[in-house]
């Protein structure tokens, strides 16, 4: 089973919930174990902020749900990390 | 949920209390609603504390029906809009959002708040009245500068809670407050004599 243990999104969202408030409910997901987030762009009304998630495995819907339940759209997923069952032997051959 | 709601009506993020602007706002219309009839039926000599208490109470009951449901339109309409605003930048419906939540919750606790406090501030002044019926105030000449004490008071209070909130001298803003009270009184006065 394959596992998301990082996301990268770039989020829409209005001022109000302010972005402390915001990364405190997108983190108190259950999937969801730390969350980083930064400003990217300030409108007058709506603000770009990107938010990188860490978990053991993320529900994306879950995150969906609550972005659009803080009022906020997701804009796009700039970078995801999984991690697969299968374990890889890496031979470094070169030393 | 009532936690992050009395922290947007107590500390918005404009530095706009609306709490306080609605108490302080309606307290002062209740205070001087009850002084003008206080003053009114003392002057027109008024001899039954009844004939008060009814008054006094009906305007009471008026003003909390008025505050309620004219705050909570007003507000509703207001946060709707803004909400439309928003609905326009974000280019999503936002149904169901934090946000179109709080459209009615901070409309109903903002439209509680204001029609109740203009009919607690209003029903303290018409204390006394209710005191001269029960008879723990025989006199009611007595009634009646005691109600009219009580306003001055409120005034004072609420003046001097101005005072604070603006940071400048608190007895100067009570002392203000309580000249518009004596000014409401004696124009009511006047007019009574003009109008008797």
Redesign the interface.
């Known amino acids: 089973m394959t596992e998301i243990k990082k996301l990268i999104l770039d989020v829409l969202k209005p001022h109000d919930p302010e972005i402390i408030e915001f990364t405190k409910e997108m983190c108190a997901l259950k999937s969801v174990s730390s969350l980083e987030s930064s400003v990217e762009e300030v409108d007058k009304e709506v603000e770009t902020v990107q938010i990188i998630l860490y978990g053991e495995d993320i529900v994306y819907d879950e995150v969906k749900k609550k972005v659009k339940e803080l009022g906020a759209s997701i804009h796009s997923v700039d970078g995801v990390v999984a991690e697969g069952d299968r374990k890889v032997e890496i031979n470094d051959q070169s030393r | 949920m009532f936690e992050k709601l009395k922290e947007k009506l107590l500390f918005e993020?404009s530095g706009e209390n609306i709490a306080q602007r609605y108490i302080v706002l309606n307290g002062f219309d209740g205070v001087l609603t009850v002084l003008g009839i206080t003053v009114g039926s003392f002057s027109t000599q008024v001899d039954n504390p009844a004939v008060v208490i009814s008054a006094c109470v009906g305007t009471a009951v008026g003003l909390l029906a008025s505050g309620i449901s004219g705050a909570y339109i007003t507000e509703t309409s207001q946060r709707l809009r803004g909400f439309k605003?928003?609905r326009a930048?974000?280019?999503?419906d936002?149904e169901?959002?934090?946000?179109?939540k709080n459209i009615q919750s901070e409309s109903l606790v903002i439209s509680l708040l204001n029609g109740f406090s203009s009919f607690m501030f209003a029903m303290l002044g018409t204390v006394p009245f209710f005191l001269s019926t029960l008879g723990i105030i025989p006199m009611l000449n007595v009634a009646y500068y005691s109600s009219m004490l009580i306003s001055g008071i409120l005034l004072a209070i609420l003046g001097g809670y101005l005072g604070r909130i603006a940071k400048e001298s608190i007895p100067f803003y009570a002392l203000k407050m309580v000249l518009v009270g004596v000014g409401t009184a004696a124009l009511m006065y006047g007019l009574q004599l003009f109008i008797l």
């Open positions: 993020k605003e928003l930048k974000m280019l999503t936002m169901g959002s934090v946000q179109e």
